[in-house]
């Protein structure tokens, strides 16, 4: 279940998670107990696997002191892409109403056909 990428992602997390919770000499058993879990969920995690909910991923991380790294995961205002694609659908330029309306009005006097004026351009 899942792709290669998203598998290897969490891996990583979990050997993430298991490295800062050894790092702060803090068993298994305890930070489970910390965190409102049981040990099996806290072994699970850290190997990576994709069935523990986000829940407890957040507990564990509340415990760890590391919850801001949660809250930072997606920060839409360091998303290149999703910033690109929202600026390619931004309106190139506004035109007003009244603009709209004169040329609306132009056509009708006009029948829609071209209009020459004394120089010879075309509007």
């Known amino acids: 279940m899942g792709s290669p990428k998203s598998r290897a992602a969490l891996e990583r997390l979990g050997r993430d998670l298991r490295g800062a919770r050894l790092r702060r000499g803090i068993a298994i058993a305890d930070l489970a107990a910390r965190a409102g879990t049981s040990a099996s969920s806290i072994a699970r995690l850290e190997k990576g696997d994709p069935g523990v909910g986000i829940g407890t991923l957040a507990d564990v991380l509340v415990v760890l ?59």
Do not use: C, N, W, Y
Request: neutral net charge; proline residues 2%; aromatic residues 2%.
């Open 65 to 123: 002191g590391l919850l801001d790294r949660l809250a930072d995961l997606i920060d839409i205002r360091k998303d290149d892409l999703g910033l690109a694609l929202a600026a390619e659908r931004q309106p190139r330029r506004g035109r007003s109403s009244a603009t709209t309306l004169r040329r609306q009005q132009d056509k009708a006097t006009h029948g829609g056909a071209d209009v020459i004026d004394m120089d010879g351009a075309s509007f």
